[in-house]
């Protein structure tokens, strides 16, 4: 598994932005995926995961009703769409995949990880 964000950016408050991690390696159809983000001093946190098939779907409390997570297996990637963004989305953004196929919220059931994108929401 080999993971690659993107789609990240600079915005104002109220606009979307849609993040991708693809796969370069295209094995990662078996595996749960998750979103962290991390702001400026503090500790990376989950945001979203979703299950090896998509049938199962976890999100933080701070995004749920904002934020859609998705999978396309054709393509080997996972999308984050974030609607209604605030100053407290901004951080950099993490995708990540966990040998299991469930979708964990737990930092520590990631094992993959991929570079972040950043996200910076102005007021």
């Known amino acids: 598994v080999q993971l690659q964000a993107s789609g990240g950016g600079s915005v104002q408050a109220g606009d979307s932005l849609r993040l991708s991690c693809v796969d370069s390696?295209?094995?990662?159809?078996?595996?749960?995926v998750g979103w962290f983000r991390q702001a400026p001093g503090k500790e990376r946190e989950f945001v979203a995961g979703?299950?090896?098939?998509?049938?199962?779907?976890s999100y933080s409390d701070s995004v749920k009703g904002r934020f859609t997570i998705s999978r396309d297996s054709a393509k080997n990637a996972v999308y984050l769409q974030m609607n209604s963004l605030t100053p407290e989305d901004t951080g950099v953004y993490y995708c990540?995949?966990?040998?299991?196929?469930?979708?964990?919220?737990?930092?520590?059931?990631?094992?993959?990880w991929g570079r972040g994108t950043e996200v910076t929401v102005s007021s």
């Open positions: 990540a995949a966990s040998r299991s196929p469930f979708a964990a919220t737990t930092r520590t059931l990631y094992n993959y």
């Open positions: 390696r295209r094995t990662f159809s078996n595996n749960g």
């Open positions: 979703i299950s090896w098939k998509g049938g199962s779907i």
